[in-house]
Each structure stands twice: as C-alpha cells, then as structure tokens.
C-alpha cells in the first residue's frame, strides 16, 4: 500500500522539523509548506491524504486558509488538523468551526500529535456547510 501523504504548513523552524520527524517516523510522506499561498500552490497539483496546518502563519492564517480548503470542492474532503500555540479557550471550537477535523496543542505532544493524524488520515470530510 502506498504511505499516506501529508501536507505540513508550519512556518517555524524547529516545530517544522519536529512535525516532519514525527510524522516520516509514522511512514507517512511529507510535503512542507511554510505559508498557506504555499499549501494552496502545491494542492494545485498534489492530492495529500491530511493537512497539518499551523493556526499562526505569517499572510493568510490557517482558519482562513482552512476555510478556503473546505470551500474548494477539490480540496473540501481533505481532513485538517489544526496545530496551534495560543491555547486559549475558544480556539478549539474556531478551529473546528473554520473545517478543521481535528485540533492539537503546540508544544507537541508526540503521542497526541500521532494519535490525531492517524484518526484523522483517510477520513474524507464532507465540506463545512
Ligand atoms: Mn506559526
């Protein structure tokens, strides 16, 4: 069976290669994106089975970027899995609100992180409607 793709859209460094390290050491194969023009450039030509999107990005944020995802009706069943550093009350359920499928918390928590990508990969969404 061919290993699962995942998108990762993370402009920090060090989080980056964390994420990409976790996930490479899943079996996945990893695409990177530091921004979401990025994301959206390579989702013009690539098909990932999940998208991890950092909430803070530098430009357009991973909600909007998220919202536009699931407003796309080739992209729209592609689960997102949102990474963010404010973990503020709140946040979960804008994360989810925006489309995204799942939600973890920066500093990663490796365990988590792993156990929310699996649940997640493979799972065609339907489109927030
Ligand atoms: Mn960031």
Redesign the pocket.
Known sequence: MAAKKILLV???PV?RRLAQFLLRSQGYEVREATTAQEAFDILKTERPDLIVM?????GMD?LEATRKIKEQPSTADIPVVAVT?YAMKGDREKALAAGCAGYVTKPIDKDTFVREVALHVGNKQQGNE
């Open positions: 993370e402009d920090n989080n950092d909430i803070q990005l530098p991973g550093s």
